[in-house]
């Protein structure tokens, strides 16, 4: 027997070799990582958000957000300990404020002034650029001098604590004003970027994320996000309790703890922030109590929250109440003392039918403008977003809408519905019964100082309530609702129309 020296030749068969990831997909791959576990929605936010939130922050000059003045005011006020609203003396009637540094008045006095006082186009409505540059240089005075802002001395502390937070962390690092003042902003930007992002991350395995994600990059949420103002708050809980809400009553998901923690103490917080916005919080209690993680006797957590939310709120109405017979000093001279609240609610009771026709007429009048300002009209430079941009917007809500997920007919019962339709309607009339009573003047022909964007808050409940009654969602030629490429055009959609409105407030604003 001999033994062969030759080479085994046998052919061994094996899988083809993996190829190598090619450059791209060794780019790609932490960005795949990341939109995996955080969601992609959330991702595109974070980014989004941070970009275009910071570039409003620069781009507008100071004190030229919506009504910032007064914002700043309160906001400066609750950074050094001001809870309650303070009467002030005033020779025009009632009033409320507070005390500022003499050098913050200086840049505020000089923004009142180039905002009110603009060229016509095509000259920039900032006058000099280098007197902001120049008062925002000087240091904060140690002397103060009283300053009227009755309209947010009538919000609670509440949505101010992000910019006090902000105001404080700035004189603690001895930044002057210009630096102060942009901190402060920021400070409300991080605040909102964290509140929605949570949200959108609450969401991260459903598709119902472009539909929040749609309304939160809106222009005009973006642009209030990157100023000084109680709404920036105010907008980060009203997305975050109705993406809560989407996902436990209208998708029919489970809570995990911290969503519901998080839902319950915006029960409490959100009727502090604004009060046009009470109800959409008291929604928590048409949620099943097993989607919230309750059981037996713990299903009474939600009705105690929502309570407490409730007595916070009417205890702040009360304490509140007296500034609105200063309301009037916000109108011309001739109409300081036609606003009187107490005469517009016994008109309202005594004679409904005149006030239904009052919001006839406001309606016909003015929906127009209030369309255009829910997507943006931005800040006191009164800059409408272009009009491609809100054909944008457009576009990323009929495409995030045609992907959403099928609304759950077990947890979303008709009744459930029909409650959170109602919700969202009695929403809407308290923007108009309030500013009808706080703002307009008596036997006005409107009800004046309604905006569009006061709608926001309330745009995600209102489309949910849709997408359970109108089943229509966007199918490929197999019937599948396409994910990647839809979620791609409702993200550059909003891209494009923020760097729209954007390039369209520079050119106004500085030319």
């Given at each position: 027997?001999?033994t062969?020296?030759?080479?085994?030749?046998?052919?061994?068969?094996?899988?083809?070799?993996?190829?190598?990831?090619?450059?791209?997909?060794?780019?790609?791959?932490?960005?795949?990582?990341?939109?995996?576990?955080?969601?992609?929605?959330?991702?595109?936010?974070?980014?989004?958000?941070?970009?275009f939130?910071?570039?409003?922050?620069?781009?507008?000059?100071?004190?030229?957000g919506?009504?910032?003045?007064?914002?700043?005011?309160?906001?400066?006020?609750v950074?050094?300990?001001?809870?309650?609203?303070?009467?002030?003396?005033?020779?025009?009637?009632?009033?409320?404020?507070?005390?500022?540094?003499?050098?913050?008045?200086?840049?505020?006095?000089?923004?009142?002034?180039?905002?009110?006082?603009?060229?016509?186009?095509?000259?920039?409505?900032?006058?000099?650029?280098?007197?902001?540059?120049?008062?925002?240089?000087?240091?904060?005075s140690?002397?103060?001098?009283?300053?009227?802002?009755?309209?947010?001395?009538?919000?609670?502390?509440?949505?101010?604590?992000?910019?006090?937070?902000?105001?404080?962390?700035g004189?603690?690092?001895?930044?002057?004003?210009?630096?102060?003042?942009l901190?402060?902003?920021?400070?409300?930007?991080?605040?909102?970027?964290?509140?929605?992002?949570?949200?959108?991350?609450?969401?991260?395995?459903?598709?119902?994320?472009?539909?929040?994600?749609?309304v939160?990059?809106?222009?005009?949420?973006?642009?209030?996000a990157g100023?000084?103002t109680?709404?920036?708050?105010t907008?980060?809980?009203?997305?975050?309790?109705?993406?809560?809400?989407?996902?436990?009553?209208?998708?029919g998901?489970?809570?995990?703890?911290?969503?519901?923690g998080?839902?319950?103490?915006?029960t409490?917080?959100?009727?502090l922030?604004?009060?046009?916005?009470?109800?959409?919080?008291?929604?928590?209690?048409?949620?099943?109590?097993?989607?919230?993680?309750f059981?037996?006797?713990?299903?009474?957590?939600?009705?105690?929250?929502?309570a407490?939310?409730?007595?916070?709120?009417?205890?702040w109405?009360?304490?509140?109440?007296?500034?609105?017979?200063?309301?009037?000093?916000?109108?011309?001279?001739?109409?300081?003392?036609?606003?009187?609240?107490?005469?517009?609610?016994?008109?309202?009771?005594?004679?409904p039918?005149?006030f239904?026709?009052?919001?006839g007429?406001?309606?016909?009048?003015?929906?127009h403008?209030?369309?255009?300002q829910?997507?943006?009209?931005?800040?006191?430079a009164?800059?409408?977003?272009?009009?491609?941009?809100?054909?944008?917007?457009?576009?990323?809500?009929?495409v995030?809408?045609?992907?959403?997920?099928?609304?759950?007919?077990?947890?979303a019962?008709?009744?459930?519905?029909?409650i959170v339709?109602?919700?969202?309607?009695?929403s809407?009339?308290?923007?108009?019964?309030?500013?009808?009573m706080?703002?307009?003047?008596?036997?006005?022909?409107?009800?004046?100082?309604?905006?569009?964007?006061?709608?926001?808050p309330?745009?995600?409940?209102?489309?949910?309530?849709?997408?359970?009654?109108?089943?229509l969602?966007?199918?490929?030629?197999?019937?599948v609702?396409?994910?990647?490429?839809?979620?791609?055009?409702?993200t550059?959609?909003?891209?494009?129309?923020?760097?729209?409105?954007?390039?369209?407030?520079?050119?106004?604003?500085?030319?």
């Amino acid at each position: 027997m001999t033994t062969s020296t030759e080479p085994d030749t046998t052919v061994e068969l094996s899988k083809p070799a993996t190829p190598a990831p090619s450059t791209k997909d060794r780019v790609l791959a932490p960005v795949r990582t990341l939109t995996d576990k955080l969601g992609a929605a959330t991702v595109a936010f974070a980014v989004i958000a941070t970009v275009f939130g910071a570039l409003f922050a620069v781009l507008t000059p100071p004190f030229w957000g919506h009504d910032e003045l007064t914002q700043f005011g309160r906001a400066y006020q609750v950074a050094h300990g001001g809870v309650f609203p303070q009467r002030i003396a005033d020779d025009r009637g009632v009033a409320y404020g507070g005390q500022i540094p003499v050098s913050v008045d200086a840049l505020m006095g000089y923004a009142f002034r180039d905002y009110n006082d603009n060229p016509d186009e095509p000259d920039a409505m900032v006058a000099d650029p280098g007197a902001y540059d120049r008062l925002g240089d000087a240091e904060i005075s140690s002397a103060t001098k009283q300053m009227w802002f009755t309209n947010t001395a009538a919000y609670s502390p509440v949505p101010y604590v992000p910019a006090a937070v902000g105001i404080r962390l700035g004189e603690a690092l001895g930044l002057n004003i210009g630096g102060l003042h942009l901190l402060t902003r920021l400070a409300g930007l991080l605040v909102y970027l964290a509140v929605v992002g949570f949200a959108l991350y609450s969401l991260r395995e459903r598709r119902s994320q472009w539909l929040v994600f749609t309304v939160a990059v809106l222009p005009i949420a973006l642009f209030q996000a990157g100023t000084v103002t109680a709404d920036t708050l105010t907008n980060a809980l009203a997305i975050m309790v109705s993406a809560l809400l989407l996902k436990a009553l209208f998708v029919g998901d489970r809570l995990r703890p911290v969503e519901t923690g998080a839902l319950l103490a915006a029960t409490i917080a959100l009727p502090l922030s604004k009060p046009t916005y009470v109800l959409l919080a008291m929604l928590v209690v048409v949620v099943p109590a097993d989607r919230l993680g309750f059981t037996g006797k713990l299903k009474l957590i939600p009705w105690a929250f929502a309570a407490t939310g409730g007595a916070l709120f009417l205890a702040w109405t009360k304490i509140a109440a007296p500034t609105g017979e200063g309301m009037g000093l916000m109108r011309p001279p001739h109409q300081w003392y036609e606003v009187r609240p107490g005469d517009q609610l016994k008109g309202i009771i005594g004679d409904p039918v005149q006030f239904v026709h009052t919001f006839g007429e406001s309606i016909a009048l003015r929906d127009h403008r209030w369309f255009n300002q829910f997507f943006g009209e931005l800040g006191f430079a009164y800059v409408d977003v272009p009009a491609i941009s809100m054909l944008a917007c457009l576009i990323a809500f009929a495409v995030s809408f045609g992907i959403a997920d099928r609304m759950s007919t077990v947890t979303a019962t008709f009744r459930r519905t029909l409650i959170v339709a109602l919700t969202v309607l009695a929403s809407v009339a308290m923007i108009y019964v309030t500013l009808y009573m706080s703002f307009t003047p008596v036997d006005f022909y409107i009800i004046d100082g309604v905006q569009g964007r006061y709608f926001v808050p309330l745009a995600i409940m209102g489309l949910a309530v849709v997408a359970r009654w109108v089943p229509l969602r966007l199918t490929d030629s197999d019937g599948v609702i396409p994910t990647r490429g839809t979620a791609i055009t409702v993200t550059c959609a909003s891209v494009f129309a923020l760097i729209a409105a954007a390039a369209t407030y520079y050119t106004v604003v500085w030319g």
